[in-house]
């Protein structure tokens, strides 16, 4: 039987903090039917297109943290999440390993650099909770270093809420067996390939290494300010409407009035001349070799 991480859910209200856990599923769930997951899945993001209008108009600020098992699913709710949204309001951060220099600043430094503005979004594709995963599971880090970083991220999530940013941490979970799978595709697939990298088949040695570094996290940061919440993703599609949903509920949005748009007539033409074809260079018509 797949071992999976024990692991509770949790839900929260609209601007709220979460109230008091629902037990966690013990039965596998069924995969979400492809036509209500596609439904359901347009019509949130339909939502997250009014979040991005009442930041903009609001001046809010959102940051939401993906964490969780090497191909437990993270980057691609991430993409369902900005699919329709403004890329300049809507920012992914993905930090690559620190630079030389970045390894001596204070280990927060280069994520604030990525923090929102107001009418912004930051969508960390991991964070820095890196350290309390990798980093101390691989021996990346010293063990001084992980204590000082225990000791101060919540400090530094609690200044942030303070600071009006509206903060959320999720966790994707999943099983051993799935995440098996899921690297067994990537193996065999030449367009995935990039994804499995050697620290990813690291993580299949040390499952339990980093299930304790896991759970010693959330014990540690998972603050009544800024809660973990545990999103279950065997099912790929459960797993990104499940997020979503959640995400929309715990935001205070509403509907914001839209700008009245008309196109304008276009002008009669004053005489200009268009530059010749000839003189310009096109790129070939590889689509018209495809149709007979």
């Not at 509770?8 to 596998?28: I, T, V, Y």
């Not at 920012?91 to 620190?98: D, N, V």
């Not at 927060?108 to 309390?132: C, I, K, V």
């Not at 193996?187 to 896991?214: F, G, N």
């Amino acid at each position: 039987m797949a071992k999976h991480e024990h692991e509770m859910s949790k839900s929260g209200k609209s601007g709220k903090s979460p109230g008091k856990p629902p037990p966690a599923s013990k039965e596998p769930t069924a995969r979400l039917p492809k036509k209500a997951y596609e439904a359901e899945l347009f019509r949130l993001q339909g939502e997250l297109v009014k979040v991005q209008e009442w930041m903009r108009t609001s001046g809010a600020r959102i940051v939401i943290i993906f964490e969780g098992r090497d191909a437990a699913g993270k980057g691609g709710t991430i993409k369902r999440v900005t699919q329709y949204l403004n890329p300049r309001a809507a920012q992914i951060a993905a930090l690559p390993k620190p630079t030389e220099r970045e390894a001596t600043q204070w280990y927060f430094q280069r994520y604030t650099e990525h923090l929102p503005a107001a009418g912004e979004m930051t969508l960390f594709d991991r964070s820095w909770y890196n350290r309390a995963g990798v980093e101390h599971v691989m021996g990346f880090c010293t063990k001084q270093q992980y204590a000082e970083f225990m000791h101060q991220c919540p400090t530094f999530e609690r200044m942030l809420v303070e600071d009006g940013i509206l903060l959320r941490k999720y966790w994707f979970s999943v099983s051993d067996s799935e995440q098996q799978k899921r690297f067994e595709s990537r193996l065999d697939d030449p367009m995935r390939r990039w994804k499995l990298s050697p620290m990813d088949l690291e993580s299949i040695t040390r499952w339990e290494s980093y299930s304790r570094a896991k759970d010693d996290m959330f014990t540690m940061t998972d603050i009544p300010e800024a809660p973990w919440f545990v999103v279950e993703s065997d099912d790929k599609r459960r797993a990104r409407i499940n997020m979503i949903a959640h995400l929309l509920s715990t935001i205070p949005y509403r509907d914001v009035a839209e700008p009245s748009l008309k196109l304008p007539k276009r002008p009669k033409s004053t005489g200009y001349q268009r530059t010749p074809i000839e003189a310009q260079t096109f790129v070939p018509d590889h689509a018209a070799t495809l149709v007979r």
